[in-house]
């Protein structure tokens, strides 16, 4: 049986530096905008409970679909692993 390894993906120290960065600057706007918005502060209140739920569902949504996309990747293999299988021990020579 012909064994394969699949290449991990991961992303660079640069891209998840990056990612982290910005995150980090587009809440501290956020946080900023909030906290000197010309309003009540129930108003102001309400938008940063709104930001803080909206930051939380990014974070669900995203581990969802990461996990969706891994379960998928071992589904494949798993039939990769049965279709290599079945034809390593087909012999074409055989008598029906």
Request: charged share 20%; net charge positive; aromatic share 10%.
């Amino acid at each position: 049986m012909n064994e394969t390894t699949s290449v991990k993906q991961q992303s660079t120290a640069a891209f998840y530096g990056q990612a982290v960065a910005s995150f980090g600057v587009a809440m501290g706007a956020v946080t900023l905008g909030i906290y000197f918005l010309d309003a009540n502060v129930w108003v102001r209140g309400f938008l940063a409970i709104g930001v803080l739920y909206l930051v939380t569902s990014c974070f669900t949504l995203a581990k969802v679909i990461r996990d969706r996309q891994e379960a998928g990747q071992i589904i494949s293999r798993v039939d990769q692993a049965r279709l290599e299988k079945i034809l390593a021990d087909h012999d074409p020579f055989q008598k029906l």
